[in-house]
């Protein structure tokens, strides 16, 4: 099973949030313990404290790459920024809600779907130099 076959079966089990499904995946790609990961997570499930605002699986994406560049914020901030862009372009929005099509009735994007989406594009980053 791959990374994100992985983090997509977790989200789908129902124990892990969507920002969960993705930090814990690839919490050993950067050194964090993944209990410790998996509370940093918890807050974000639903949108953010269920306010269904910013995707979970793109925030967990950027505990992954906070962690990744450290104390470097510019190449975090570009990392995410790239991530974010494809998950847009990809699915037609980043904000829960809009996902989930609570709004307009029009789902775009299936949570274990938008799970599956982060973890590629994260994983993409994670490939590229870090010097």
């Known amino acids: ?4 076959e992985l983090a997509r079966e977790r989200k789908l089990s129902g124990r892990w949030n969507c920002a969960q499904a993705i930090s ?3 919490c050993d790609a950067v050194g964090v313990d993944e209990s410790a990961m998996n509370a940093a997570g918890a807050a974000f499930g639903s ?3 269920c306010l269904e605002g910013t ?3 793109i925030i967990g994406a950027g505990l992954i790459i906070g962690a990744r560049h450290n104390a470097d914020r510019a190449k975090a901030m570009k990392a995410m920024r790239r991530i974010i862009e494809r998950f847009q372009e990809r699915n037609g929005a980043t904000i829960c809600k809009h996902l989930k099509g609570i709004d307009s ?4 994007r299936q949570c274990p779907d938008c799970v599956a989406d982060a973890a590629e594009f994260l994983e993409d980053e994670l490939a590229l130099p870090n010097p």
Request: charged content about 5%.
């Open 1 to 4: 099973m791959t990374k994100i």
């Open 105 to 108: 009735g029009v789902t775009l």
């Open 24 to 26: 814990c995946t690839y």
């Open 47 to 49: 949108g953010m404290g």
């Open 55 to 57: 995707c979970g699986a």
